[in-house]
């Protein structure tokens, strides 16, 4: 128990410490606040467009073919089990969130590697009926996309989306820092 009130260290290093604990817990909740992370812990989809380089994704799903029958999650998160969906979620959002944050955000969004598998599997689980009619589920050569490429529209640039499609993005930061 002594460790937990640094007992060994002098008077000043454990107020210093302390106070330094302080402050990063304040920054954490701060930035926890402001990227409005426990939006992260539900399948809103609005949830992606805490990215603003997401609103177009979020305007195309919204008008599209699957704004009605699914959500972002549907197709980008494996539902084999629920830790599978979780463990795939951190991971793609850390990663989202690095290239974000480092500013590499391409022109054009593309699937990641790891991410083709998880929406073709999702495609051919919820289309079973179509694909079986038409025998392709046995093809792991093309994806879904190659064909189907309506499902977020034409791939675009960044700078050359429509702003009129935007939707609106949500509310974040403190009160007091919009004023």
């Known amino acids: 128990m002594a460790w937990l009130t640094l007992a060994p260290l002098a008077r000043g290093w ?9 402050v990063a817990l304040g920054m954490a909740i701060v930035v926890a606040r402001i ?4 939006s992260y812990l539900t399948d809103a989809p609005e949830t992606c467009m ?7 994704a979020y305007a195309s799903w919204q008008r599209g ?19 599978a969906k979780n463990a795939f979620k951190a991971q793609d959002g850390l990663r989202h969130s690095w290239v ?13 590697k790891g991410a083709v598998p998880v929406v073709q599997g999702n495609c051919l689980r919820c289309h079973a009926d179509q694909i079986a009619m038409v025998r392709l589920a046995a093809s792991s050569e093309r994806p879904c996309w ?3 490429s309506n499902i977020h529209g034409e ?25």
């Open 14 to 22: 454990r107020i210093a410490t302390f106070g330094g604990l302080a």
């Open 35 to 38: 990227s409005n992370a426990a």
């Open 50 to 56: 805490n990215c603003h380089v997401m609103t177009d």
């Open 65 to 83: 073919s699957h704004g009605h029958v699914a959500v972002c999650i549907d197709c980008h998160v494996p539902h084999s089990n629920p830790v």
């Open 100 to 112: 974000y944050l480092t500013r590499q955000e391409p022109q054009v969004f593309r699937l990641s």
């Open 146 to 148: 190659d064909c189907h």
């Open 155 to 179: 791939a675009r640039s960044l700078s050359a989306s429509s702003q009129t499609l935007r939707p609106q993005l949500p509310a974040t930061g403190l009160p007091w820092m919009k004023r």
